[in-house]
């Protein structure tokens, strides 16, 4: 069974003296982090669609103005 010690600095971490993993007992927490990652990785996508709209928006221009 494994043996917990809390962190001093942090009562929301607790360490395992067994692997010597930290672990986070604030849900909440992590689950703000995930939902950061999350919007973080949307605005990626977002800027990603805006400069595939953009070229695709040259070449059009550039199309007709060969015409």
Do not use: C, W, Y
Request: aromatic residues 2%; hydrophobic residues 35%; proline residues 3%.
């Amino acid at each position: 069974m494994p043996k917990t010690k809390k962190i001093v600095d942090n009562p929301d971490l607790l360490k395992d003296t067994t692997s010597q993993a930290v672990i986070n007992t604030n849900s909440n927490a992590v689950h703000m982090r995930r939902a950061q990652i999350a919007l973080g990785k949307a605005k990626d996508e977002e800027f990603i669609q805006m400069k595939n709209d953009i070229a695709e928006i040259k070449t059009l221009l550039k199309n007709l103005g060969k015409k």
